[in-house]
């Protein structure tokens, strides 16, 4: 039979394997990188859209399609950046946006949420030979929908111990007391662990073998 202490040891390993320990009084973390996100963009494939404009008593339809979007990572901010093609009447250009987006953790519903809150690009319009500037288009309005994904209190691990005087000790292990960090390229979600020591139970004696 290993040793008690040989068996916890294993568990907190395991646990290491699976979540990355943090020294700074957080025992596990779950961290989502800018990679991540960026590839989830590419995965959406075309990200495009049309709508109205009116100007000068002349209503038509303009076209917006995005060009290489992504999420750039730094601490303490999300930026989502991307270049803009739009497309109106017979006029067509390329602008760079620059928006934000927000990092949060619901722990009722244990989901981590990126969310682009703005990412304006100027509407404009050849008029006679003129360009005109209509009004700002928020891009964050097309994305209602928030990259998610789940957060560490799902995890709960139940450790049974045998002990040298026969009886059996249940330990509990949970996360609690969560925390977001944005940190340069990735986003830390990190909480404390629990260790519940459950009542002993008594099990059948060991008889050596003769």
Same mark, same amino acid.
């Given at each position: 039979?290993?040793?008690?202490?040989?068996?916890?040891?294993?568990?907190?390993?395991?646990?290491?394997?699976? !979540?990355?320990?943090?020294?700074?009084?957080?025992?596990?973390? #779950? @961290?989502?990188?800018?990679?991540? $996100? =960026?590839? &989830? %963009?590419?995965?959406?494939?075309?990200?495009?859209?049309?709508?109205?404009?009116?100007?000068?008593?002349?209503?038509?339809?303009?076209?917006?399609?995005?060009?290489?979007?992504?999420?750039?990572?730094?601490?303490?901010?999300?930026?989502?950046?991307?270049?803009?093609?739009?497309?109106?009447?017979?006029?067509?250009?390329?602008?760079?946006?620059?928006?934000?987006?927000?990092?949060? !953790?619901?722990?009722?519903?244990?989901?981590?949420?990126?969310? #682009? @809150?703005?990412?304006?690009?100027? $509407? =404009?319009? &050849? %008029?006679?030979?003129?360009?005109?500037?209509?009004?700002?288009?928020?891009?964050?309005?097309?994305?209602?929908?928030?990259?998610?994904?789940?957060?560490?209190?799902?995890?709960?691990?139940?450790?049974?111990?045998?002990?040298?005087?026969?009886?059996?000790?249940?330990?509990?292990?949970?996360?609690?007391?969560?925390?977001?960090?944005?940190?340069?390229?990735?986003?830390?979600?990190?909480?404390?662990?629990?260790?519940?020591?459950?009542?002993?139970?008594? @099990?059948?004696?060991?008889?050596?073998?003769?």
């Amino acid at each position: 039979m290993k040793k008690p202490h040989v068996l916890f040891i294993i568990a907190l390993l395991w646990l290491s394997f699976v !979540y990355r320990t943090n020294a700074q009084n957080q025992d596990l973390t #779950i @961290t989502i990188r800018e990679s991540v $996100l =960026n590839k &989830m %963009f590419k995965a959406l494939g075309d990200i495009k859209g049309t709508a109205s404009y009116s100007f000068m008593f002349v209503d038509g339809t303009y076209e917006w399609a995005l060009v290489n979007p992504q999420f750039n990572i730094h601490p303490g901010r999300v930026d989502f950046v991307t270049d803009v093609k739009v497309t109106i009447s017979k006029y067509t250009y390329l602008m760079h946006v620059t928006g934000n987006a927000e990092v949060c !953790y619901e722990p009722t519903t244990n989901l981590i949420y990126v969310e #682009i @809150t703005d990412a304006k690009f100027p $509407l =404009n319009i &050849m %008029f006679l030979g003129t360009l005109r500037h209509l009004w700002d288009v928020d891009l964050a309005q097309y994305f209602e929908t928030p990259f998610t994904f789940e957060g560490p209190l799902t995890i709960g691990t139940e450790f049974i111990f045998p002990m040298p005087d026969n009886t059996t000790k249940t330990v509990y292990a949970h996360p609690l007391n969560c925390g977001v960090k944005i940190a340069e390229k990735q986003i830390i979600v990190s909480a404390e662990m629990e260790f519940v020591n459950r009542e002993a139970t008594k @099990t059948q004696p060991v008889v050596p073998k003769k």
